[in-house]
């Protein structure tokens, strides 16, 4: 008997949209704004703050006492002779999009939860606080074979589509998916990069497979004009399987068996994980976005506020 057929309702394995809609009040203490607690992850050494809302020109006028002189216009005042200012107002909110991975590969966990429960759930507690904040919320939520996408509106009803589609796609993952895959990474990153245009909040919650070379490119292209946060779902076994450990892995089609005790096999598999994470840390480095690492081992919210620098979390 499968793990899904024997636990149907278990939300470490399974989430629908009414469970995520829970997570409303559980999201308060989580800030995506660009003020962050001094521990945050977001305030990292090679972290770039957010910027958060935009600034709108309003008007130009005479300088008055008390101005901030460094918003001078000097063209204008050697123009007319008289300082002149430029007055900003900071936008009423801004968009954000999240791209949340509901592939079969993120339907994987050895300790406690699915790669794809944490990545629902992290997207969840992110898009709630989104709402709550005063931005528009939006997203893409992708499969092997179907992609729902929302285009960000400031509206609730907005957040519980959205999180409809985590809940149907997470709901759908089974390990016997016969489905030939037809969506890849790049191509959900290429299509964020065409809604997305400039002051947006990007939050891609995946596993990363599929990462190569392309996905460089459309990461830096996302960055350049937006705040990208990047949550990495990785499981235990990555860092190191267990001793005389077998496994079967399947496709629905196809399957082989793993055995930890074979010390090249192990090697081989941490050595590919191992890389796509180095990968991830170096491109963040280089394009100054963060990588939130998020694990299967431990609650979601427990990690969030541990790792955005909240006391609430377990340590």
Same mark, same amino acid.
């Given at each position: 008997?499968?793990?899904?057929?024997?636990?149907?309702?278990?939300?470490?394995?399974?989430?629908?949209?009414?469970?995520?809609?829970?997570?409303?009040?559980?999201?308060?203490?989580?800030?995506?704004?660009?003020?962050?607690?001094?521990?945050?992850? !977001?305030?990292?050494?090679?972290?770039?703050? !957010?910027?958060?809302?935009?600034?709108?020109?309003?008007?130009?006028?005479?300088?008055l006492p008390g101005d901030d002189i460094r918003t001078i216009d000097w063209k204008v005042t050697?123009?007319?002779?008289?300082?002149?200012?430029?007055?900003?107002?900071?936008?009423?909110?801004?968009?954000?999009?999240?791209?949340?991975?509901?592939?079969?590969?993120?339907?994987?966990?050895?300790?406690?939860?699915?790669?794809?429960?944490?990545?629902?759930?992290?997207?969840?507690?992110?898009?709630?606080?989104?709402? =709550?904040?005063?931005?528009?919320?939006?997203?893409?939520?992708?499969?092997?074979?179907?992609?729902?996408?929302?285009?960000?509106?400031?509206?609730?009803?907005?957040?519980?589509?959205?999180?409809?589609?985590?809940?149907?796609?997470?709901?759908?993952?089974?390990?016997?998916?016969?489905?030939?895959?037809?969506?890849?990474?790049?191509?959900? !990153?290429?299509?964020?990069?065409?809604?997305?245009?400039?002051?947006?909040?990007?939050?891609?919650?995946?596993d990363f497979d599929g990462l190569n070379k392309v996905s460089e490119k459309l990461l830096c292209?996302?960055?350049?004009?937006?705040?990208?946060?990047?949550?990495?779902?990785?499981?235990?076994?990555?860092?190191?399987?267990?001793?005389?450990?077998?496994?079967?892995?399947?496709?629905?089609?196809?399957?082989?068996?793993?055995?930890?005790?074979?010390?090249?096999?192990?090697?081989?598999?941490?050595?590919?994980?191992?890389?796509?994470?180095?990968?991830?840390?170096?491109?963040?480095?280089?394009? =100054?976005?963060?990588?939130?690492?998020?694990?299967?081992?431990?609650?979601?919210?427990?990690?969030?506020?541990?790792?955005?620098?909240?006391?609430?979390?377990?340590?």
């Amino acid at each position: 008997m499968s793990q899904t057929a024997a636990y149907p309702d278990d939300p470490r394995i399974h989430v629908d949209a009414d469970h995520l809609l829970k997570l409303g009040p559980k999201s308060r203490a989580i800030s995506l704004l660009p003020r962050q607690p001094a521990r945050s992850i !977001l305030n990292g050494r090679h972290a770039s703050r !957010l910027r958060g809302r935009g600034l709108n020109f309003e008007e130009l006028r005479n300088y008055l006492p008390g101005d901030d002189i460094r918003t001078i216009d000097w063209k204008v005042t050697a123009r007319t002779g008289e300082p002149h200012v430029r007055v900003y107002t900071e936008e009423r909110d801004r968009p954000a999009l999240l791209l949340v991975d509901q592939r079969v590969s993120m339907f994987f966990g050895t300790q406690v939860y699915m790669k794809s429960v944490i990545a629902a759930e992290a997207a969840a507690i992110s898009a709630h606080r989104v709402l =709550g904040q005063g931005d528009r919320i939006g997203g893409i939520v992708f499969g092997d074979s179907d992609v729902a996408e929302h285009r960000p509106q400031r509206r609730p009803a907005a957040l519980t589509r959205f999180l409809s589609s985590v809940g149907a796609l997470n709901s759908n993952l089974r390990a016997t998916l016969r489905d030939e895959p037809t969506v890849a990474l790049n191509d959900m !990153l290429k299509q964020a990069a065409r809604i997305t245009h400039t002051n947006t909040l990007v939050c891609v919650f995946s596993d990363f497979d599929g990462l190569n070379k392309v996905s460089e490119k459309l990461l830096c292209r996302l960055s350049a004009s937006n705040d990208l946060i990047l949550f990495n779902i990785s499981d235990p076994s990555s860092r190191e399987l267990a001793p005389n450990l077998r496994l079967t892995v399947s496709d629905g089609d196809r399957q082989i068996e793993l055995d930890s005790s074979d010390p090249d096999l192990s090697h081989r598999i941490r050595t590919a994980l191992e890389d796509r994470l180095a990968q991830l840390q170096t491109w963040s480095r280089r394009y =100054g976005f963060p990588v939130v690492p998020l694990t299967t081992a431990e609650p979601t919210l427990d990690q969030l506020l541990k790792l955005f620098g909240h006391p609430g979390g377990r340590r």
